[in-house]
């Protein structure tokens, strides 16, 4: 308690930019001042009252207006990271935030800001910045907030992964091995990221923290696949589909990326019953015309042309609707289905400019092109820049 004091005294004078020597003046010595600040000194009520009245702060110790608060918060944050509404939760908070603020609650308030803040990713930054000063006032409940929420804002991978790697010093938590498992994933490192997942998924079991395990299992199917190592990935995806009973939009997206991982091997008999799958579950016109266009794809390559045009005029439809990119993809495809197609300047440019769509369009975009980038490139007898490819694959 004393430390939350000090707390609330020192951010209220720093926020109101008065100096230690004009708050304490008449009340206590400035060292003293600076031991309360500290939640190092034992101060009587007289004093502590003296101050807030100084800061016009109306200190709220009233343990049941406490404990009414606490409970709040902590079903605030349970609802955020299990992602539920909390409308109603936010509103209470909300409306008795001047009191919240002026009680030992004042730093949840503000990490509830934070939390609160959402995408704007600025706004919550500055709030979280504001705290960097006051570290040392946080508890192990706060800190894993602080440091959870650190990562969620930081700009760099090397900051976003030392800020969940210290709120799994403070709590071993599924919710920070998830976090640092999309780290990974997201940079290609994804024998990283499978230890990430095979490690979260047993806490979240353990914790009963279902959404971490349905997640986790499904990303441990994805790197899986990307390792090449489809007997596992098989077996992930298959528990997944049983966490996830019921769910055709995760169904479909299991489908997608098993057909996804078996065309990245050229099996394209094993990709084409699973697309054919997701096309059933699926609803989602920028899933539609994924599905479509790889079902195209493959039945191209299997010189099965006659059914691939079907998937290819209905992927068509769909691109007109999205527009962009996906008109491209589309226009390359139709060139690839033509005789000698591949062999066309038009083909090498737009195949080449989807190629270094990264940025835009993800890992994933990227990697279904490569082996067509490959082949056409060994087809102009550029060797060099094809067997680089091949290494990086």
């Known amino acids: 308690m004393n430390q939350m004091v000090g707390y609330l005294i020192r951010s209220n004078r720093i926020k109101k930019k008065m100096s230690q020597e004009k708050l304490c ?10 031991k309360i600040e500290s939640g190092i000194a034992e101060p009587n009520e007289a004093i502590i009252e003296k101050l807030f009245n100084n800061l016009g702060i109306t200190y709220i110790s009233d343990q049941e207006l406490i404990s009414e608060y606490k409970d709040l918060f902590n079903a605030y944050f349970d609802a955020y990271f299990h992602q539920e509404k909390s409308a109603e939760i936010e509103e209470r908070i909300y409306k008795n935030k001047e009191k919240i603020q002026a009680s030992a609650l ?14 704007e990713k600025q706004v919550a930054a500055k709030l979280l ?19 959870m929420a650190k990562g969620r804002l ?20 599924s919710l920070c091995y998830e976090a640092l498992m999309y780290e990974a994933y997201n940079r290609g490192e994804y024998l990283e990221a499978l230890r990430y997942c095979t490690a979260g998924y047993a806490r979240a ?5 279902l959404l971490v395990a349905r997640q986790l299992s499904f990303l441990q199917g994805m790197c899986y696949g990307k390792l090449g190592d489809l007997e596992a990935m098989l077996i992930a ?11 055709d939009k995760i169904a479909a997206n299991i489908d997608y990326n098993i057909a996804m991982a078996y065309m990245s ?46 998937y290819l005029s209905m992927a068509e439809t769909y691109s007109k609707k999205l527009g962009g990119v996906y008109m491209e993809m589309v226009k ?62």
Request: glycine content about 6%.
């Open 154 to 173: 930081a700009d760099s991978y090397d900051q976003r992964v030392r800020a969940y790697l210290r709120a799994r010093q403070i709590k071993d938590s």
């Open 25 to 34: 003046k008449g009340i206590c010595a400035i060292s003293y001042l600076s």
């Open 265 to 310: 091997k050229a099996h394209y008999d094993d990709a084409i019953p699973y697309l054919l799958s997701a096309l059933k579950k699926e609803q989602e016109d920028l899933a539609l015309f994924f599905i479509n266009h790889r079902l195209a794809m493959a039945y191209k390559a299997m010189d099965e042309t006659k059914i691939g045009e079907v």
């Open 106 to 119: 004042a730093i949840e308030y503000r990490l509830f800001c934070v939390y609160q803040a959402g995408d």
């Open 237 to 247: 995806y298959n528990r997944t589909r049983e966490l996830f009973r019921g769910d």
């Open 129 to 147: 910045k504001e705290m960097d000063g006051f570290k040392e006032y946080l508890t192990d409940e706060t800190s894993f907030l602080y440091y």
């Open 205 to 209: 079991m353990e914790e009963g923290f």
């Open 332 to 393: 390359l495809a139709r060139l690839y289905y033509m005789n000698n197609g591949e062999d066309s300047d038009e083909y090498g440019t737009i195949l080449m400019r989807l190629f270094d769509m990264e940025d835009e369009m993800g890992q994933d975009f990227v990697a279904f092109y490569r082996p067509y980038v490959i082949d056409y490139l060994k087809g102009k007898r550029k060797y060099k820049e094809a067997m680089r490819l091949m290494e990086e694959m």
